[in-house]
C-alpha cells in the first residue's frame, strides 16, 4: 500500500482580446472572473488554473489526463466550466483510496497581477474540494517580460499535489 502519491500539472492558454476585437474568452482561474480585456483562447471556459490542478490530481492517480478525459474535439465540452473537470478528478482520487493532503500552484501571468484575488481563488478551489483553504496554496508570479508568457500573451499555471491513502 503506497501511502502518498504526488502529482505534477501544467497548463498553458494563449490569452486574446475578448470578443469582438479577438476570440479570447473571459478570464477565469480557480473559478474566479477576473476583469480583463483579454482571456484566454479554450474550448473548455479555458480556466488554466482548475486545468492544471485537475492534471496534477489526475497525475498523482497514475489516470490519464485532461486531454484524454475531456477531449477537446467533444462539442459537449464547448465553454464548459473546468469545475466539472476537476470534481471528476477529485472523484476518481477518492475512488482510488486517496485524499488530497495540500497543493501549491504558481500562476505565471503578466498581468492582471493576481495578487487582490488569490484569497478568492483559493477559497474557490478549497470550495470545489471540499478541503481547508489551508490545504490550498496558490501565488502569482510575472514573466519578466520575457517572451510570450511575458509579452501578455500567455498564461501559463504549475502545480504540484500530495495524496495520502485514505484506507489506513
Ligand atoms: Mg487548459
Known amino acids: 500500500m503506497t501511502m502518498f502519491r504526488i502529482g505534477h500539472g501544467y497548463d ?3 490569452l486574446d482580446a475578448l470578443p469582438p476585437k479577438g476570440g479570447g ?4 482561474l480557480g473559478g474566479v472572473r477576473i476583469e480583463h480585456p483579454t482571456g484566454p483562447v479554450a474550448h473548455s471556459d479555458g480556466d488554466a488554473l482548475l486545468h492544471a490542478v485537475t492534471d496534477a ?7 490519464p489526463d485532461i486531454g484524454r478525459l475531456f477531449p477537446d474535439s467533444d462539442p459537449l465540452h464547448d465553454a464548459q466550466d473546468s469545475k466539472v473537470f476537476l470534481c471528476e478528478a477529485a472523484r476518481r ?3 482510488a483510496g486517496y485524499a488530497l493532503v495540500n497543493l501549491d500552484a504558481t500562476v505565471v501571468l503578466e498581468r492582471p497581477r493576481i495578487g487582490p484575488r488569490v484569497e478568492d481563488m483559493r477559497r474557490s478551489v478549497a470550495t470545489m474540494l471540499g478541503i481547508s483553504m489551508d490545504a490550498i496554496n ?4 510575472s514573466h519578466e517580460g520575457v517572451d510570450a508568457v ?3 500573451r500567455a498564461v501559463e499555471v504549475h502545480v504540484v499535489a500530495l495524496l495520502a491513502s485514505t484506507m489506513g
Open 57 to 63: 490530481l489526475l497525475g498523482a492517480i497514475g489516470a
Open 138 to 141: 496558490i501565488k502569482g508570479k
Open 12 to 14: 498553458l492558454h494563449r
Open 150 to 152: 511575458g509579452e501578455g
Open 93 to 95: 482520487v477518492r475512488e
Open 25 to 28: 474568452r473571459p478570464l477565469v
